[in-house]
């Protein structure tokens, strides 16, 4: 009844679930009239919180799709934007058709923590480990035949894990109908180390996998910090291919924002100013001053079809050059 079993949420089940199912049990097994409320109401929260997940991994409400991208498969929104993003951690790490395969270990997780409240308090664990052994059997089944993880090397691991458990606790639950108390006890030493090992093997993957996401999570916001929509599009395009699935999904959250960004009057970048040092503006032009006495030369020299002009332009003493104010003309 030690067992524990993998999967993609292997660090909260195996930390939580399981004791709290087991602490709950016990206390509606010889708890006073208060704990055994306590005890019910926790073994009733998880039965629903279980139920919700199965329910809404249902593919009636399922809302997510695999896709296949050069030999390997992914999931996909289907018609509700973000929703992998949102509800893909129950989904994620199993492949097309085995998405609900999380409830499987929930209620393995949940029977774990039953079993290990009775282990606690039968001095004759005989029939707790046979029916351990005969669960641990099923589960260890249905990884080899389902395969329900996504990535081929997950699939060999949770399988051996499940396969390694469950072949101890069949040992030891034969050593306890037909061997000797010396025979029981080698056995049951030796099943309690397999999965000792087995569970340190999970514990092992299960930080490997955490430090992943954690890793995400900091590339992530560290691209979050480039100011430039258009970079960090650049940056999407180019770390395909070489960065985890949890980091992609992180990544196309920003790569919507960036585009949307990119897209918005805000974001139009302003036409780049000239530089002063390779583009020199000419200077205005400015028409000569001319004497008074000089005026009725240059009033010589205009055309007849010129417009008449007015002489009160030039009877001004206030202007210093009368010529500014006559039309201009290109032959002059």
Not at 50 to 64: D, E, I, R, W, Y
Not at 138 to 159: D, G, H, K, T, V
Not at 246 to 253: A, I, K, Q, S, V
Not at 280 to 286: F, H, K
């Amino acid at each position: 009844a030690e067992a524990r079993f993998p999967g993609g949420l292997t660090i909260p089940v195996l930390f939580l679930i399981s004791p709290t199912m087991s602490s709950a049990v016990s206390l509606l097994r010889s708890g006073t009239v208060t704990e055994q409320l306590v005890g019910g109401l926790s073994v009733t929260m998880q039965a629903i919180g279980t139920g919700v997940v199965a329910l809404f991994l249902h593919p009636t409400s399922f809302k997510a799709q695999w896709v296949v991208e050069d030999e390997e498969g992914d999931w996909r929104d289907q018609n509700e934007p973000g929703y992998v993003n949102r509800y893909g951690i129950l989904f994620r790490d199993y492949r097309d058709g085995r998405h609900f395969f999380i409830t499987a270990e929930l209620l393995m997780s949940m029977a774990t923590g039953i079993l290990k409240s009775y282990q606690a308090s039968e001095s004759n664990c005989r029939n707790v480990v046979t029916t351990a052994a005969g669960m641990s059997t099923a589960y260890a089944l249905s990884m080899i035949l389902l395969r329900p993880n996504a990535r081929p090397n997950e699939r060999i691991f949770y399988a051996a894990i499940a396969s390694i458990e469950a072949l101890a606790l069949i040992m030891q639950a034969t050593s306890l109908w037909v061997a000797s108390e010396e025979t029981q006890a080698k056995t049951r030493a030796l099943a309690e180390s397999v999965v000792m090992a087995s569970e340190w093997a999970l514990i092992a993957k299960s930080m490997y996998d955490v430090a992943r996401r954690i890793r995400s999570i900091y590339h992530y916001f560290q691209g979050r910090k480039i100011a430039n929509p258009e970079q960090r599009v650049f940056n999407y395009f180019s770390n395909q291919g070489q960065v985890g699935e949890e980091e992609m999904g992180l990544m196309d959250l920003d790569l919507d924002l960036a585009l949307s960004e990119a897209s918005t009057p805000a974001m139009v970048q302003e036409p780049v100013p000239l530089i002063p040092e390779i583009y020199q503006p000419p200077e205005p032009i400015v028409a000569p001053e001319i004497d008074a006495a000089d005026l009725d030369a240059i009033l010589a020299d205009i055309p007849d079809e010129a417009p008449n002009l007015n002489p009160s332009l030039f009877d001004n003493p206030n202007n210093p050059n009368p010529l500014n104010n006559l039309p201009m003309r290109a032959d002059l």
